[in-house]
T-cell receptor
Framework: DTGVSQNPRHKITKRGQNVTFRCDPI?????LYWYRQTLGQGPEFLTYFQNEAQLEKSRLLSDRFSAERPKGSFSTLEIQRTEQGDSAMYLC??????????FGPGTRLTVL | DQQVKQNSPSLSVQEGRISILNCDYTNSMFDYFLWYKKYPAEGPTFLIS?????DKNEDGRFTVFLNKSAKHLSLHIVPSQPGDSAVYFCAASESGGGADGLTFGKGTHLIIQP
């Protein structure tokens, strides 16, 4: 399968814990995006990498959220000190042209 | 404030008929528009896109129409099939989808009835 993959698919954590999600983009894609989707809403853009450079991070929801893309391959999204309001689907997408983005299946986070 | 609006949360269409999904936007800087389809427990799947310099783009059963003066676009599916039942998201991009990412609407749940 050469699509975008995300791990884990589901994560249940207790409030205050840190969580990290991984995204592996389509191999030839140099752009990688993170989105969050809550119930009844469309995906909400969080941050964007071109190769290893994080070109946009002002949309990250708070300073508890951070993302990395070492070596321009896979990416990780970390949420520190999770809150119940962080419960959502976290989606990763990758692109070569930057216009048509291809999404992974998402990681569903539940914060108890 | 929602820059991309899909005002119909759901739409029911009989199999074989035309499905028309609508989308309105407020940001005149958007220069590219996309439609995505989403099944439960899966990520959105890209369907079709249109540049702001065009007014129509067609791909098989899917056609997207753009009316820039009205800031309105629509997705036509002809003929509708049971597998088309899903949530459809309209999305828009500035600057070719660069640093701003995509701005999505809330989605329309399309139900194809046999």
């Amino acid at each position: 399968d050469t699509g975008v993959s995300q791990n884990p698919r589901h994560k249940i954590t207790k409030r205050g814990q840190n969580v990290t999600f991984r995204c592996d983009p389509i191999s030839e894609h140099n752009r990688l995006y993170w989105y969050r989707q809550t119930l009844g809403q469309g995906p909400e853009f969080l941050t964007y990498f071109q190769n290893e450079a994080q070109l946009e991070k002002s949309r990250l929801l708070s300073d508890r959220f951070s993302a990395e893309r070492p070596k321009g391959s896979f990416s990780t999204l970390e949420i520190q000190r999770t809150e119940q309001g962080d419960s959502a689907m976290y989606l990763c997408a990758s692109s070569f042209s930057g216009i048509e983005q291809f999404f992974g299946p998402g990681t569903r986070l539940t914060v108890l | 404030d929602q820059q991309v609006k899909q005002n119909s949360p759901s739409l029911s269409v009989q199999e074989g008929r035309i499905s028309i999904l609508n989308c309105d936007y407020t940001n005149s800087m958007f220069d590219y528009f996309l439609w995505y389809k989403k099944y439960p427990a899966e990520g959105p799947t890209f369907l079709i896109s249109i540049s702001s310099i065009k007014d129509k783009n067609e791909d098989g059963r899917f056609t997207v129409f753009l009316n820039k003066s009205a800031k309105h676009l629509s997705l036509h599916i002809v003929p509708s099939q049971p597998g088309d039942s899903a949530v459809y998201f309209c999305a828009a991009s500035e600057s070719g989808g660069g640093a701003d990412g995509l701005t999505f609407g809330k989605g329309t749940h399309l139900i194809i009835q046999p």
